[in-house]
């Protein structure tokens, strides 16, 4: 669904941010895409959203496109909401109205029942919501929109904790099995349970690009408090003993998606 080859990319008058990157992303999963502050995660979803122009160093191709080029027909296949946004002051039922002819998929239905769940009245005005409820209107309309891919830009930030777990009921629930959804965060934690894919980016690279279920099957991750007994790959201090990734030996565990951020992001490699 996303083919990028040995691309380079640099903003302007500022050394290469990605340099040589090659990355294929296939459909019908979740991915997490994380990263600390600065590390690139907006700007490669700018790439594959065709946001940024790319400078003819390598290619990149979103559902068979080249984004740059911003074809109508590849426009309507990928809804993208970016972390920082403005709404028109209509109702939540007019902005919908003003942009589903642009979605031919687009089911009214589904937003309704999603903005049930994140207890949004559809009459009210925009202008007159929340940042959190704004968030929340964009998933929504996000989630309806029947396009194949799903760009998600630090998606859970502003929302307050119990928004963030019917984010993940109803990402878990709204999604058919051919679209994409990409959400980059650096809070970890609020997509641990939903992800089927990891990719971590550090300073424009790529350092860990694997399915949830490959980590599991070859690493596990324990909270112990005698780590040395276990050799293990990378160990944290936390209150009351530690947290520990070792090579998988015996039954599988959950991820522990801060642990495996952490470990990655010091160099220990998960291959
Ligand atoms: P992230 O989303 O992981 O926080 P970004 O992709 O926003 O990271 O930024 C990556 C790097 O590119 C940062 O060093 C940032 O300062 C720089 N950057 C982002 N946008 C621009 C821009 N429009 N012009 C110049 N530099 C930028």
Redesign the pocket.
Known sequence: MIKIDQLTFA?RK?SA?YNQLTLDIQGGSIVGLL?K???????LLKLIAGLLQTQDKGSIETLGFKPGCRNPELLRDIFFIPEEFELPSVSMKDFVSAIRGFYPGFDTKKMDRILLDFELDPGRKLNKLSYGQKKKFLIAVTLSCGSKLLILDEPTNGLDIPSKAVFRKVISGALTEDQLVLI?THQVKDIETIIDKVIIVDQGTIILNHSIYDITEKFSFKSVTDPDKYQPLYQEAVPGGYKIVTPRNGEETDLDIEILFNAATKGINFD
């Open positions: 903003y500022q941010l990263g502050n600065g590390a690139g995660k907006t700007t980059s």
